[in-house]
């Protein structure tokens, strides 16, 4: 088995609406934004950001297994797998932050990030780990795993992804 890790927020989705929405309503980092932020019934605002999609498909025609690894809490399962449905997304498995408020703290979604590649590399051969944010990348560079490649996506950045996909996915 081998496996692509891939972080949603920022990476394949541009949330800027949601979070636009949010801000309007609450004080930003507050308990209650988060709660306006990570709220399921607005996913369906985030955009896809272009080029991700077909990076992920190639490598799943490749014969890849996709991780979708979100510091998204599980309660946003059904819409989030909805939305990448919806928005052609490769299938995969999809590796939620087990909490209701922990996505207000990152280091506890950092944390979960590395405990959950550790798992995987247990189950295969991790092969790619694309994340907008450097702190999970530390975290989990800090698992030592041997040929593992970690790519800091440019946040909302589809120009990131079609460059990786014109120069990284021809080779
Ligand atoms: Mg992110």
């Known amino acids: 088995m081998k496996f692509i890790v891939v ?3 920022g990476t394949i989705a541009d949330t800027t609406t ?3 929405y949010a801000n309007s ?5 507050s308990e209650i934004w988060w709660d306006a932020l990570m709220d399921p019934s607005l996913v369906y605002l985030d955009k896809p950001i272009l080029f991700s ?16 690894l ?5 309660y946003m399962r059904e819409e989030t797998r909805k939305w990448l449905e919806n928005n052609n997304f490769p299938d995969g498995r999809l590796f939620m932050t087990p909490s209701l408020y922990i996505s207000s703290h990152s280091d506890i979604v950092s944390n979960f990030k590395g405990a ?3 798992k995987l590399n247990r189950m295969g051969n991790i092969r790619h780990v694309f994340d907008d944010n450097g702190i999970n990348l530390m975290k989990i560079a800090a698992e030592r795993i041997p040929d ?3 790519h ?3 946040e909302n950045s589809e120009d990131w992804w079609k460059k990786y996909l014109y120069t990284k996915m021809s080779e």
Do not use: S, W
């Open 152 to 154: 800091l996506v440019q």
């Open 53 to 68: 999609g077909m990076v992920l498909r190639i490598y799943y025609d490749r014969g890849y297994e996709i991780i979708y």
């Open 7 to 9: 972080d949603i927020d």
């Open 25 to 29: 309503q609450f004080k930003k980092d």
């Open 70 to 74: 979100t510091g998204r809490p599980d």
């Open 148 to 150: 593992l490649e970690l």
């Open 116 to 118: 959950a590649v550790r």
């Open 18 to 20: 949601r979070g636009n």
